[in-house]
C-alpha cells in the first residue's frame, strides 16, 4: 500500500465505518441465527434423548409385573438392579430402607428427584458429573388398586445414563455454529473492503480531481462510471470545470487581445513620433526667433511631444512585461559605480546624498537598474521634498538599495496602489510629470531578477521621521533563465 | 471523546454476547422434570395392610395356590402380624396380637358351614372380632379395613372404598372407609 492509501485508511474514515458496519452486521446476524439454531437443536436432541430414555425405562419395567412379594428381599433387589443394568447405564433400586445398585459408582440421587418420585410421577434430570453430563430417570413401581387408582408401593427404581454422546453431538453443532461464525465474520470483511473500494475509488478520484483543479489545470476531468450519486457528482465536477475553463480560457483572450492592442498602438505610433520629434528639433531652434504666441506654441508641442515620446517607449516596456518576452541582459556590474554613473548622467549627483560602498559586484541587468533607480530617484524629486538619500546594503546573497526623501510620506490608500499603472497620488496633480509608468516599470524590473529560491522585489514604506522609503531588493547572482520563468 | 463512546458500545455488546454463548454451550444440568404417574401394575399374592414408620403401607405375601384371596385369609394374616422378614425391614403392626376373627351370624340366605368373620356385600361389610375393638388406634383400624376391602375388591365383592365395620367383644366401631388415599 502505499503512504496515499495508507491516509486514507485514517481512524473513523469511511472505509474503517464500512468494515465496522459489515462486520457488525455480519457478526449480529450469525450469532442470532447460528445461537438460535444451536439452541433449538440442542433442546431437540436432549428432549429426544430424554424420552427414549424414559420409555426404554418404561418398557422394561412393565416387564417386572406381576409383582409377587413386597418388600421384597435384598437379593431380590439386586438381581433386580443387575436385570435393568446395561451398557448405556445402570440402575438404582430402592425400597424403603434397603438399596441395591447395579454400578460401584457414588450415589447421584438428588433429594429433589428422590422427592418427586415419592410423589408418584417418572421424572428426570440432568446433573453434571466430574463434567460429564449424566441423566437420572426415576419411577416408583406402584400397584394397580382394584378402583383403577395406584398404591404407592415404596419401591423406587433409578435409572442413571450417560449424555457423552448427546454433548459431543452438541458439541459438534457448537463447533459448526463458531465457524459458520468464522466464514461469515471473513465474509463481511471481504465484502466491506469491495464496497469501500468501491466508494471511495469514485471518491479519491473526486479528490484528486478538485485538487488539481485547484492548481490551476482546468482541463482536468472525471471519466463518469454508472448512475449513481458519485457519477452526478462527477458530471457536475466536469461541468463546472469546462465551463471554468471555458471562461476562463475567454478572460485570458480578452486580456492577450487587449495588450496586444496597445503594443501595436506603440509601434504604430513609434514612427510618426520620431517624425515629429525631427520637426520640433527644428521648432525648438527657431522657437527663440519666434514672436509672442507662436514662440510658446512651439515650445509647448516640442515639450508634448518629448512627454509623448516617453510614454510610448514606457508603453512599448510595459508590453514586453505583459507578452513575457522582457529578458534579462546579465552582466557583473559594480553597483556603486553603476548608481554613480545613472545619478551623473541625469545631473542629478549634487542633490542626492549617497551611501554606496564601494566594491559590491552583483550579477544583474544594468540597464533595468538604471531604469529603477532613475525612476526611484526621480519619483521622490516629484512627489517627496528634498534631500533625497540612496543607500546600499549588500547581504551575501542580497543587495538592497533604500531611496528615501524628506517628504510627508505616502497615505495607506496612496501605499496600497503606488506600483497601479497610471496610478494618481493626487488628482489635481499637473498631467506633465511622468508617464504614470514609471514606478510599475520599475516595480516588473525588479521582480525581473530572479534566481533559485530568490526574486527581486520593490516595496514602498514610510521612514519613522515621516519620508516615503522604496526599498529594492535584488539577489546578488540573478539567473540568466530568469525571464523565461514568467 | 467520541471516537472511544462510538468504539465502547459495541464492544460491550460483543463481549456480553459472546459470553452468554460460551456461558450456554454443552449440556446444562436441568431442574427435576416431572413426567407422567409413575409405572403402575398388578400384584401376585396377598396384600395386607402394615404400618412403616407410622403410615400405612401395602405389603404382598407370596401365595402358593390361590391367586384370588377371600377376605377372610387376608385378614387371618393381618391379625397373625408382620413377618419375620418384614420386622427386619422396619414394618410393624398395631393390631393386638390376641384379636382374632370370630365366626359370626350369617345372614339370612347364605350356606351355612364355616361362618365368615367377614360379611356384607357391595353397601357395607362387617368384621368380626374377639375382644375389645373400641381401644384400637386410627391406625389399626385403617389397617384392618383396608387389608379386608382391598381383598374383598380383589375378590368383586365390594368396592375399595367401601365402609367397613368393625365388631368385638365391647360392641361396633363406626363404619369407615379405607384412609388411603
Not at chain 1, 469511511?14 to 459489515?22: D, E, I, T
Not at chain 1, 497615505?411 to 499603472?421: G, T, Y
Request: charged share 20%; hydrophobic share 45%.
Amino acid at each position: 500500500m502505499t503512504p496515499r492509501r495508507w491516509a486514507d485508511a485514517r481512524a473513523f474514515g469511511l472505509r474503517v465505518r464500512l468494515l465496522l458496519a459489515f462486520v457488525l452486521l455480519g457478526v449480529t446476524t450469525t450469532a442470532v441465527v447460528a445461537s438460535g439454531s444451536y439452541f433449538q437443536a440442542r433442546t431437540v436432541i436432549l428432549q429426544q434423548a430424554q424420552d427414549a430414555a424414559v420409555m426404554s425405562l418404561t418398557d422394561q419395567l412393565a416387564q417386572l409385573y406381576p409383582l409377587r412379594q413386597l418388600p421384597p428381599t435384598q437379593e431380590d433387589l439386586d438381581t433386580l438392579a443387575q436385570r435393568l443394568s446395561d451398557r448405556e447405564g445402570y440402575a438404582v433400586v430402592v425400597c424403603r430402607d434397603m438399596r441395591a445398585q447395579g454400578s460401584e459408582a457414588p450415589d447421584l440421587l438428588t433429594p429433589q428427584l428422590r422427592q418427586a418420585v415419592r410423589d408418584g410421577v417418572v421424572a428426570w434430570q440432568r446433573v453434571s458429573v466430574d463434567g460429564e453430563p449424566v441423566l437420572l430417570i426415576g419411577t416408583q413401581l406402584e400397584l394397580d388398586r382394584p378402583d383403577g387408582a395406584s398404591l404407592p408401593s415404596g419401591l423406587e427404581v433409578y435409572s442413571v445414563r450417560s449424555l457423552a454422546p448427546e454433548q459431543q453431538s452438541i458439541d459438534r453443532l457448537a463447533t459448526l455454529a463458531w465457524l459458520t461464525g468464522g466464514l461469515s465474520l471473513v465474509l463481511a470483511v471481504l465484502l466491506a473492503l469491495l464496497a469501500a473500494q468501491g466508494v471511495l475509488r469514485p471518491v479519491r478520484e473526486l479528490g484528486r480531481a478538485a485538487r488539481s483543479l485547484g492548481e490551476g489545470r482546468l482541463t482536468t476531468r472525471l471519466s463518469v462510471r454508472g448512475a449513481d450519486e458519485l457519477a452526478d457528482v462527477a458530471r457536475t465536477f466536469n461541468n463546472t470545470a469546462a465551463t471554468l475553463e471555458r471562461q476562463v480560457g475567454e478572460l485570458r483572450r480578452m486580456e492577450a487581445d487587449a495588450r496586444r492592442f496597445v503594443a501595436d498602438v506603440s509601434h504604430e505610433l513609434r514612427t510618426p513620433l520620431a517624425a515629429m520629434t525631427a520637426v520640433t528639433d527644428v521648432l525648438d531652434e527657431e522657437a527663440d526667433r519666434l514672436p509672442g504666441d507662436a514662440g510658446r506654441a512651439a515650445r509647448l508641442v516640442s515639450q508634448e511631444t518629448q512627454s509623448l515620446t516617453q510614454l510610448v517607449n514606457d508603453l512599448i516596456e510595459v508590453s514586453r512585461f505583459d507578452s513575457g518576452t522582457a529578458r534579462l541582459a546579465l552582466d557583473d556590474v559594480d553597483v556603486a559605480a553603476a548608481v554613480t554613473a545613472t545619478l551623473r548622467l541625469r545631473g542629478w549627483t549634487d542633490r542626492v546624498r549617497v551611501d554606496l560602498p564601494p566594491g559590491v559586484v552583483a550579477r544583474l541587468d544594468p540597464r533595468r537598474l538604471d531604469v529603477i533607480v532613475a525612476n526611484l530617484v526621480g519619483n521622490a524629486f516629484r512627489h517627496g521634498a528634498e534631500p533625497v538619500s540612496l543607500r546600499l546594503r549588500v547581504e551575501p546573497d542580497w543587495l538592497t538599495i533604500e531611496v528615501a526623501d524628506e517628504g510627508p510620506g505616502l497615505r495607506p490608500e496612496v501605499l496600497a496602489h503606488v506600483f497601479d499603472r497610471f496610478y494618481k497620488a493626487d488628482t489635481a496633480r499637473t498631467r506633465s510629470e511622468g508617464s504614470g509608468l514609471g514606478l510599475a516599470i520599475a516595480w516588473e524590473n525588479a521582480r525581473l531578477h530572479r534566481a533559485p529560491g530568490q526574486q527581486g522585489s520593490l516595496t514602498a514604506g514610510n521612514a519613522p521621521n515621516g519620508g516615503a522609503v522604496f526599498t529594492l531588493r535584488l539577489p546578488r547572482v540573478a539567473a540568466d533563465d530568469a525571464g523565461q520563468a514568467r | 471523546m467520541s471516537v472511544r463512546r462510538v468504539l465502547v458500545r459495541p464492544l460491550l455488546t460483543g463481549g456480553l454476547l459472546l459470553t452468554l454463548l460460551v456461558a450456554g454451550c454443552g449440556v446444562r444440568p436441568s431442574e427435576v422434570i416431572t413426567g407422567r404417574p409413575a409405572q403402575s401394575g398388578a400384584s401376585q399374592g396377598i396384600r395386607l395392610y402394615l404400618l412403616w414408620r407410622g403410615q400405612v403401607a401395602v405389603v404382598v405375601r407370596p401365595t402358593k395356590v390361590n391367586p384370588s384371596p377371600s377376605p377372610e385369609a387376608s385378614l387371618a394374616l393381618l391379625l397373625a402380624g408382620p413377618e419375620e422378614y418384614e420386622r427386619r425391614q422396619g414394618f410393624t403392626s398395631e393390631v393386638p396380637a390376641g384379636l382374632r376373627a370370630v365366626p359370626s351370624v350369617p345372614p339370612a340366605g347364605t350356606a351355612p358351614g364355616s361362618p365368615p368373620a367377614v360379611s356384607g356385600g357391595a353397601g357395607g361389610l362387617t368384621v368380626t372380632v374377639t375382644g375389645p375393638v373400641r381401644p384400637l388406634s386410627t391406625d389399626a383400624a385403617d389397617q384392618i379395613i383396608c387389608t379386608v376391602a382391598d381383598a374383598a375388591a380383589q375378590a368383586g365383592q365390594a368396592e375399595y372404598f367401601v365402609p367397613v365395620t368393625i365388631v368385638g367383644s365391647d360392641g361396633a366401631r363406626p363404619a369407615l372407609p379405607c384412609s388411603i388415599r
